[in-house]
T-cell receptor, first 112, second 117 residues
């Protein structure tokens, strides 16, 4: 079982729809990251959070530390939101302090 | 500062050849990370540096792989005797080192896509 699980793996939505991507993790963390990766490969950091909720434009990220679960929401989705969204966790686990553990990503396609 | 830069963006090489990639992190960032991403998968940790010291290496980093950060600034990742299984996107990221109990954000480069033919 992967330490970071995302769902769904693939998601197709119509423009304007509200989108939710989920992330569950099994390790102790100090922070959870939501990242966006476009087909060219580069990764952009969207959020880093360790508790509660953060909002940036049409994007909202929440985390429940007790349940080890986070969600990324996109309101009023647009075709330019089409990308792979990756959840990653970081912190002091297994003696490693230096790196992130990534989920496999959720491929989002928003149709006009 | 324009962020984390990686060079080259794409590399096609014949099996058995050696390749070297470069990463220039954000200048104020002490930590530099290398990750590998294969198609349809999330990135996997390879190694990281704090300044010039290589603090951790994944077991994914076989003896054909070597990484350096000689002056604590840019880093290079070399793969010797490349194999088709090495084909992947190689991502570099940098960050500040966190104080205990905290975690700072990462900045990623655009990656180097390696194709071994």
């Amino acid at each position: 079982k992967n330490e970071v699980e995302q769902s769904p793996q693939n998601l197709t939505a119509q423009e304007g729809e509200f989108i939710t991507i989920n992330c569950s993790y099994s390790v102790g963390i100090s922070a959870l990251h939501w990242l966006q990766q476009h087909p060219g490969g580069g990764i952009v950091s969207l959020f880093m959070l360790s508790s509660g909720k953060k909002k940036h434009g049409r994007l909202i990220a929440t985390i429940n530390i007790q349940e080890k679960h986070s969600s990324l929401h996109i309101t009023a989705s647009h075709p330019r939101d089409s990308a792979v969204y990756i959840c990653a966790v970081g912190g002091n686990y297994g003696g490693s302090q230096g790196n992130l553990i990534f989920g496999k990503g959720t491929k989002l396609s928003v149709k006009p | 500062d324009t962020g984390v830069s990686q060079d080259p963006r794409h590399k096609i090489t014949k099996r058995g050849q050696n390749v070297t990639f470069r990463c220039d992190p954000i200048s104020e960032h002490n930590r530099l990370y290398w990750y590998r991403q294969t198609l349809g998968q999330g990135p996997e940790f390879l190694t990281y540096f704090q300044n010039e010291a290589q603090l951790e290496k994944s077991r994914l980093l076989s003896d054909r792989f070597s990484a350096e950060r000689p002056k604590g600034s840019f880093s290079t990742l070399e793969i010797q005797r490349t194999e088709q299984g090495d084909s992947a996107m190689y991502l570099c990221a940098s960050s500040h080192p966190p104080p205990t109990g905290r975690h700072y954000g990462y900045t990623f480069g655009s990656g180097t896509r390696l194709t071994v033919v």
